[in-house]
């Protein structure tokens, strides 16, 4: 093992809260990364002294007036902050639209520096927005959340007003200089294990509208894992969103702690230990996630002829094949491993595949089980973060994207829609369930915009030359089937509604509730790749059992429609 940093940062709503209690002003108003306890908690502490404090979070600050200040009513007309884009400042919005149905949210134009202007009735209210412009890793100039301090004395006078470094600023900055400056190899993987462990207080506020969380833990890690890729990629000479990198595994595990932040990061030749949770009882009922056992024992009563593949880190890739004479198909989930609906949707619909007799068809339940485990065990700490660190393989690249041997992961999907002759591979797929932000580096996922909110189930359809009206006819076919669940219907109603009030008009066909993206592919493989994405990665309960009894009725569906199709 190598420690690339081990540090401590001070807590600065402790540090504040000393400052001015030794130093008392007669007012002050401060924005931090914590959540609205112990920002309370300190204000009682300032009042004792004399001190009149307001302190708010710099973390959403609009969606967080309303949550604590002022709910809405009626309708309400919002001015964005006069930088960045005005879709920044939408989506920073979000979910108002969902969590409040019964007020209306008009956005405007902005026109002053950092601040929105909430007019409802015949008041209009300030609201702050906390940023600053700073260059990134990438050596971009982007404008992100930070905190500040605006204090006054006795008589009104302003005394400060400007950023206050955060120790969750403070923290990231050091993680990531900290991995920049490293003397990495020449060749890849760099490492097996990056891991950054941090401890430190922020936010953690579920909300009441779907799985919506504010999280700035959540934050962290997803900032943590893309920024260091992206970092990585640019040191290799390769564009921001490519997929083939392979500097290792990336392990950030954020944790909560309420006092002065930690970090430790570091690298070693052993990958990330193990720890698998308890599992559900069944597969039709199931409210969370498999184990790795149960999805190997499920295949096992599946019967057929069993497939094994190996990943990076040597762990076994399960599949079956079924024999039959209708033309075959290949199942697959999990290649983003913490998009787990799909591996319970798979192996539902390979048991009532095989019960009717249903043809030709392999299942690959769970594509990339190295980054399973990763998922399990960061589950463990926090159940209802993406992990988005679990997404890509054991040596950091998407298995879908390899190129060149040794193909590893990839392989069990190669060698058996080449052995089958299939000429449909459905890849069941998830994506994140709430909000999706790097606010230490930007606001909006890099690379990932379209994806940073819910907009309920969809298709994806990629097709082959020659074969576009067919294509378009089938998915088209197979969103019409997947609308008639109400279940279904209303969940995508009420989400894509949410995207639209924050997003605008969708820039997808949306058929009936459903959305579905259909394009030409010019890569080998099978004529058609059905791809379904479901809101799933932080789910659980009732809201998992219909990601993954949607994800099975998908490929059910997909399967009848394909050979009726071809026939």
Same mark, same amino acid.
């Given at each position: 093992?190598?420690?690339?940093?081990?540090?401590?940062?001070?807590?600065?709503?402790?540090?504040?809260?000393?400052?001015?209690?030794?130093?008392?002003?007669?007012?002050?108003?401060?924005?931090?990364?914590?959540?609205?306890?112990?920002?309370?908690?300190?204000?009682?502490?300032?009042?004792?002294?004399?001190?009149?404090? +307001?302190?708010?979070?710099?973390? +959403?600050?609009?969606?967080?007036?309303? /949550?604590?200040?002022?709910?809405?009513?009626?309708?309400?007309?919002?001015?964005?902050?006069?930088?960045?884009?005005?879709?920044?400042?939408?989506?920073?919005?979000?979910?108002?639209?969902?969590?409040?149905?019964?007020?209306?949210?008009?956005?405007?134009?902005?026109?002053?520096?950092?601040?929105?202007?909430?007019?409802?009735?015949?008041?209009?209210?300030?609201?702050?927005?906390?940023?600053?412009?700073?260059?990134?890793? /990438?050596?971009?100039?982007? !404008?992100?959340?930070?905190?500040?301090? @605006?204090?006054?004395?006795?008589?009104?006078?302003?005394?400060?007003?400007?950023?206050?470094?955060?120790?969750?600023?403070?923290?990231?900055?050091?993680?990531?200089?900290?991995?920049?400056?490293?003397?990495?190899?020449?060749?890849?993987?760099?490492?097996?294990?990056?891991?950054?462990? $941090?401890?430190?207080?922020?936010?953690?506020?579920? #909300?009441?509208?779907?799985?919506?969380?504010?999280?700035?833990?959540?934050?962290?890690?997803?900032?943590?894992?893309?920024?260091?890729?992206?970092?990585?990629?640019?040191?290799?000479?390769?564009?921001?969103?490519?997929?083939?990198?392979?500097?290792?595994?990336?392990?950030?595990?954020?944790?909560?702690?309420?006092?002065?932040?930690?970090?430790?990061?570091?690298?070693?030749?052993?990958?990330?230990?193990?720890?698998?949770?308890?599992?559900? $009882?069944? /597969?039709?009922?199931?409210?969370?996630?498999?184990?790795?056992?149960?999805?190997?024992?499920?295949?096992?009563?599946?019967?057929?002829?069993?497939?094994?593949? @190996?990943?990076?880190?040597?762990?076994?890739?399960?599949?079956?094949?079924?024999?039959?004479?209708?033309?075959?198909?290949?199942?697959?989930?999990?290649?983003?491993?913490?998009?787990?609906?799909?591996?319970?949707?798979? #192996?539902?619909?390979?048991?009532?595949?095989?019960?009717?007799?249903?043809?030709?068809?392999?299942?690959?339940?769970?594509?990339?089980?190295?980054?399973?485990?990763?998922?399990?065990?960061?589950?463990?700490?926090?159940?209802?973060?993406?992990?988005? $660190?679990?997404?890509?393989?054991?040596?950091?690249?998407?298995?879908?994207?390899?190129?060149?041997?040794?193909?590893?992961? +990839?392989?069990?999907?190669?060698?058996?829609?080449?052995?089958?002759?299939?000429? !449909?591979?459905?890849?069941?797929?998830?994506?994140?369930?709430?909000?999706?932000?790097?606010?230490?580096?930007?606001?909006?996922?890099?690379?990932?915009?379209?994806?940073?909110?819910?907009?309920?189930?969809?298709?994806?359809? @990629?097709?082959?030359?020659?074969?576009?009206?067919?294509?378009?006819?089938?998915?088209?076919?197979?969103?019409?089937? #997947?609308?008639?669940?109400?279940?279904?219907?209303?969940?995508?109603?009420?989400? &894509?509604?949410?995207?639209?009030?924050?997003?605008?008009?969708?820039?997808?066909?949306?058929?009936?509730?459903?959305?579905?993206?259909?394009?030409?592919?010019?890569?080998?493989?099978?004529?058609?790749? &059905?791809?379904?994405?479901?809101?799933?990665?932080?789910?659980?309960?009732?809201?998992?059992?219909?990601?993954?009894?949607?994800?099975? @009725?998908?490929?059910?569906?997909?399967?009848?429609?394909?050979?009726?199709?071809?026939?």
């Amino acid at each position: 093992m190598t420690i690339l940093l081990e540090a401590e940062f001070p807590r600065t709503l402790d540090a504040l809260v000393a400052r001015f209690l030794a130093a008392p002003v007669a007012r002050l108003d401060a924005w931090l990364f914590e959540d609205e306890a112990p920002r309370r908690a300190a204000e009682r502490q300032l009042a004792a002294a004399g001190v009149q404090a +307001k302190l708010r979070s710099a973390y +959403k600050p609009l969606l967080h007036f309303f /949550l604590e200040e002022a709910p809405p009513a009626g309708t309400v007309t919002v001015t964005l902050p006069a930088e960045d884009t005005a879709m920044r400042w939408r989506l920073e919005a979000y979910p108002l639209a969902g969590l409040y149905p019964a007020a209306r949210f008009d956005f405007a134009a902005g026109i002053t520096p950092l601040s929105y202007a909430v007019t409802m009735g015949q008041h209009t209210y300030p609201v702050f927005a906390p940023n600053r412009r700073r260059a990134d890793h /990438l050596g971009e100039n982007t !404008l992100s959340p930070c905190g500040w301090l @605006r204090t006054w004395d006795a008589e009104g006078h302003p005394i400060e007003d400007g950023p206050l470094q955060t120790e969750a600023e403070t923290l990231f900055a050091a993680g990531m200089q900290a991995v920049l400056g490293h003397a990495w190899p020449a060749s890849q993987p760099y490492f097996t294990t990056l891991s950054l462990d $941090a401890d430190l207080p922020g936010i953690e506020r579920p #909300l009441p509208y779907h799985d919506e969380v504010l999280s700035t833990r959540e934050a962290l890690h997803e900032d943590f894992y893309f920024s260091i890729l992206e970092a990585l990629k640019q040191r290799a000479g390769l564009a921001a969103a490519d997929r083939t990198l392979q500097p290792g595994q990336i392990v950030p595990d954020i944790r909560r702690f309420d006092g002065p932040a930690r970090l430790r990061v570091t690298t070693s030749d052993q990958p990330p230990g193990e720890y698998i949770l308890s599992g559900p $009882a069944t /597969l039709e009922a199931a409210d969370r996630p498999l184990t790795p056992p149960q999805i190997r024992q499920a295949l096992e009563r599946l019967g057929g002829e069993a497939l094994l593949f @190996r990943s990076v880190q040597g762990r076994p890739i399960h599949g079956r094949l079924i024999g039959g004479d209708a033309p075959a198909v290949v199942i697959t989930a999990a290649q983003h491993a913490n998009e787990t609906s799909g591996v319970i949707g798979a #192996l539902r619909a390979a048991n009532r595949l095989q019960a009717e007799g249903a043809g030709v068809f392999a299942v690959i339940p769970c594509d990339n089980p190295d980054g399973y485990a990763l998922h399990h065990r960061l589950r463990a700490a926090n159940p209802r973060h993406m992990h988005h $660190a679990a997404r890509y393989t054991a040596l950091g690249d998407d298995l879908e994207v390899r190129e060149a041997p040794p193909f590893h992961e +990839k392989q069990a999907r190669l060698d058996t829609v080449g052995r089958t002759g299939a000429r !449909l591979h459905i890849n069941l797929h998830g994506y994140p369930a709430h909000e999706w932000t790097r606010p230490f580096s930007g606001y909006l996922p890099r690379g990932f915009e379209l994806w940073t909110i819910p907009k309920g189930f969809f298709l994806i359809m @990629r097709h082959a030359q020659g074969v576009a009206a067919q294509a378009e006819a089938f998915t088209l076919a197979l969103a019409d089937e #997947l609308a008639s669940d109400p279940a279904l219907r209303a969940h995508n109603e009420t989400q &894509l509604a949410t995207w639209a009030a924050h997003a605008g008009e969708p820039g997808f066909l949306v058929r009936d509730c459903i959305p579905c993206m259909i394009s030409e592919a010019a890569r080998p493989g099978p004529d058609f790749t &059905l791809i379904t994405e479901y809101p799933d990665e932080t789910i659980s309960d009732a809201p998992f059992v219909l990601a993954h009894t949607t994800q099975m @009725r998908a490929t059910l569906a997909a399967v009848r429609l394909f050979r009726e199709m071809i026939r």
